[in-house]
């Protein structure tokens, strides 16, 4: 849903890094190049961005019971 703030296995702060990489993808770059430039190095962050499905629009559409 959101992007967590830090990486689930490392614990390394990674939250503040979710835009920059998305404007990034955004514009044209390969995702490679995109977290190379956010300074992730660690392949459990490299992971958690690149498997993060971003769905709170989705979700924030229904309502609640």
Do not use: S
């Not at 404007?23 to 690149?50: S, T």
């Amino acid at each position: 849903m959101i992007i967590p703030i830090r990486c689930f296995t490392c614990g390394k702060p990674v939250g503040h890094l979710w835009e920059q990489y998305n404007n990034q993808l955004q514009k044209g770059d390969h995702a490679k190049k995109a977290l190379d430039d956010a300074g992730l190095e660690r392949y459990c962050c490299r992971g958690l961005f690149m498997g993060h499905v971003d769905l709170i629009d989705i979700a924030g559409a229904f309502k609640k019971a």
